[in-house]
């Protein structure tokens, strides 16, 4: 080869590259400089997010694309200048819009974030993206009875939008930090037990670092009464982590005598979440401790849900379980629940030593909603068979209501 041909060569392959460059679609280059950018290699993609503006300014996409990659890297001047050429080209693209969005909120601008929400609120009515948006910039501002009406406006008009039922739970918890609950069950027996009633009076408040419950439990069986000392707490370790705690007290038999217990729970992508935990109950004749784990998974306005249990003795172990479908209607106070189950339930409401040991089989339905801003009213229906022995079952019949006031 001639020094000059040397010479030439690499300008020869430069060229020959460039015109394949030039030959690939502006379509490719934005979805390769999407690949690079979700991989971590957001300066490869800006730069060809440049290249195939050159070649199509008005490609709306790609200059959203870049301004959300200079949103990311903190550059907020920069992706906001990007993102603005956007929505004066075309003031209703929803897309540039939401990226503008979490932009000022990010760089801590949540009152321009609120103009930008209620200006394409005003072209899309009831967008929910828009409204999950407004929601935050308002929880920003510190308006949380307001963000939390957005928040529910969101999760109507997409119930599969789980990120604005979790928002609604937060802000729950910031706009009504206490509450006071009543409720009262009533089982009835086919055979063997006149009826039970059970009345439960509970207070409770919510601290930045979870929530505290205590509760008083008077029960009527067997022809006598007796009271309980219950306290629940749900501490947060972390976001996504919490954990659930319980101790009671008692010195009536209608009772367990002590009981506590404990269970974390981890959410996980995808709307799923899981749990692992334990019961533990003291009669006074006979201890029994449960083990217990929970999948769930949030699929639009429905949670699925499954548990199960097991129950160690000296003679084996038992197993149960149940599985749940809850439809909500709104936000995360609406909600209406179908299980099925067999065996123990460790969070059984009226724990009884005979009961606990009994096969059984268990269908339910539950429901709750808001009657009132501030008051919640409860229901619930529950028939369960039991296995007595030699082909003998007993039914059990349970009736629930309750109510909740918020303040």
Known sequence: MTPIARIHRPALLLTAGLALWGQEGVDELFARARRLAFDGKRAEALELCRTA?????????????????????????????????????????????VALVDLE???????????????????????????????????????????????????????????????????????????????????????????????????????????????????????DTGSQLEVDAYPRWKDGTY?????????????????????????????????????????????????????GKYWGDYLFSLRANATPSSIGSSESGSIAVRRYFGDGENHLTFSLGSGVSPDQPNPNAEILNLRSRKASLAAQGWIHRRLILSGSLAYEKQELGQGVERAQTTFGAGLEWRF
């Open 105 to 223: 909120l990010w760089s801590d601008h949540p009152r321009t974030a609120l103009t930008l929400c209620d200006e394409g609120l005003t072209l899309r009515p009831a967008q929910p993206l828009l409204l999950f948006r407004k929601a935050r910039a308002q929880k920003a501002l510190g308006a949380y009875p307001e963000a939390l009406e957005t928040a529910r406006q969101s999760l109507a008009a997409d119930p599969g939008l789980y990120e604005a039922r979790q928002l609604i739970e937060n802000l729950a918890e910031l706009s009504q930090r206490s509450k006071v609950s009543l409720t009262q069950t009533y089982d009835r027996f086919d055979r063997t037990f006149d009826p039970w009633k059970m009345t439960s009076l509970g207070m409770a408040h919510r601290f930045d670092a979870g929530s505290l419950i205590g509760r008083v439990n008077r029960a009527s069986r067997f022809g």
């Open 53 to 97: 503006l050159q070649r199509s300014p008005g490609y709306h996409d790609i200059r959203i694309l870049m301004g959300r990659i200079h949103a990311w890297d903190g550059h907020y001047d920069e992706g906001r200048a990007e993102l603005q050429q956007v929505l004066r080209a075309e003031p209703g693209h929803l897309d540039g819009r």
């Open 243 to 295: 954990f659930y705690l319980n101790a009671g007290f008692s010195e009536s038999s209608l009772f367990p005598h002590r009981r506590y217990g404990g269970e974390i729970y981890q959410s996980f992508p995808r709307g799923l979440e899981g749990s692992l935990g334990f019961r533990h109950l003291r009669f006074s004749a006979s201890t029994v401790t449960i083990y217990t784990g929970s999948l």
